[in-house]
């Protein structure tokens, strides 16, 4: 009986780790969304021949996509564990990765414009991830 009582408390704290570390992700996905806002609002400022600045953003929108790269592998890696997420949730963190890529190759080619939508999409797609994980 007492093996029976043990192992129901482990999978209860295991439960609760799961979930701890799926508001951590939750946490850095929004925290991304915020570098997110802020680069935007940086590539807006920038002139549009300052192609040094525009460089150095990129290298910044690169830095933001290697951090959402480990918060989806930190994701992926719950799943294995046996978590369920919505696909919508993959869908969306996809989204923004593309989208990151897409900036970095404007900044880099200098075209603003395009640019600051790809990292307004970005963001879009990271605040929808976040909402989608608030469920849980």
Do not use: H
Request: negative net charge; without cysteine; charged residues 35%.
């Amino acid at each position: 009986m007492q093996n029976v009582l043990e192992d129901a408390l482990d999978i209860k704290g295991t439960n609760q780790k799961m979930i701890d570390r799926l508001k951590k992700i939750k946490n850095n996905i929004d925290e991304l969304s915020e570098k997110q806002k802020d680069l935007k609002e940086k590539t807006e400022k920038t002139q549009r021949n300052n192609k040094k600045e525009m460089n150095e953003q990129g290298k910044e929108q690169k830095g933001l996509q290697q951090e959402l790269t480990g918060t989806i592998n930190d994701l992926m890696n719950l799943t294995l564990e046996g978590l369920e997420i919505s696909p919508d949730i993959g869908k969306e963190l996809g989204s923004a990765y593309n989208s990151m890529e897409k900036s970095v190759e404007n900044l880099e080619s200098a075209n603003k414009e395009n640019a600051t939508k790809e990292q307004t999409k970005a963001k879009q797609s990271l605040d929808n991830a976040s909402k989608f994980l608030s469920n849980f």
